[in-house]
Nanobody
Framework: QVQLVESGGGLVQPGGSLRLSCEAARINLDEYAIGWFRQAPGKEREGVSC????????YYADSVKGRFTISRDKDKNTVYLQMNSLKPEDTAVYYC??????????????????????WGQGTQVTVSS
């Protein structure tokens, strides 16, 4: 079973930055996709970003485009989410998830939660002054 461990969350002021990490075990990130999702209290879990290891293609939710950047370190088997210009509405628990069958991964399908097979435990991000 794939193991995913998120880290890097915390409390930050509006306009600040955080970098989240998703360390993967028992999976070759070169072959699969890793997505970042978030869930705020009382809201549904939503897709934030995704990276497909085979070709490096990335996807972003409109709400984070231009502020967040997803990247991958092959040597560390880790996916990062660099979050800049954070807003209070970015406050949520952030999860990473693995898509082990990234067939038909596209701009319209990457954020479908049901395509992801394994999930991490989540890391809290709070943006507040």
């Amino acid at each position: 079973q794939v193991q995913l461990v998120e880290s890097g969350g915390g409390l930050v002021q509006p306009g600040g930055s955080l970098r989240l990490s998703c360390e993967a075990a028992r999976i070759n990130l070169d072959e699969y996709a890793i997505g970042w999702f978030r869930q705020a209290p009382g809201k549904e879990r939503e897709g934030v970003s995704c990276i497909y290891g085979r070709n490096g293609v990335t996807y972003y939710a409109d709400s984070v485009k231009g502020r967040f950047t997803i990247s991958r370190d092959k040597d560390k088997n880790t996916v990062y989410l660099q979050m800049n210009s954070l807003k209070p509405e970015d406050t949520a628990v952030y999860y990473c998830a693995s898509d082990l069958h990234p067939t038909h991964l596209s701009a319209t399908t990457w954020s479908v939660k049901s395509r992801y097979d394994d999930w991490g435990q989540g890391t809290q991000v709070t943006v507040s002054s």
